[in-house]
């Protein structure tokens, strides 16, 4: 080769992925965890309600409020859809 340094996924078998980190609003988030199967288990995420870090399932949504199912709990516990600052999900 003369020198040319531009990669190929066929020439030099190396494989990259180009993956772009995807940001989704709250509203978004909340949406895409909801239409989850029912059958299926609810993945595990980080809530941030007023500067306060729970850590639970999302349950369901009526209206503006949530219903969040603490790490150990039993019980939903709601909370108001305006107090909600961030949505990490942990692990499926």
Do not use: W
């Amino acid at each position: 080769m003369d020198g040319n340094k531009e990669s190929s996924s066929v020439t030099d078998g190396v494989q990259t992925v180009n993956r772009k980190q995807q940001r989704f609003s709250n509203e978004e988030m909340i949406e895409l965890l909801l239409r989850l199967s029912k059958y299926a288990r609810q993945p595990v995420c980080k809530f941030t309600i007023e500067g306060q870090i729970l850590v639970g399932r999302l349950v369901h949504k009526q209206q503006s409020t949530l219903f969040i199912k603490h790490r150990f709990g039993k019980k939903a516990i709601p909370y108001k859809m305006e107090k909600l600052q961030a949505i990490d999900i942990l692990h499926l």
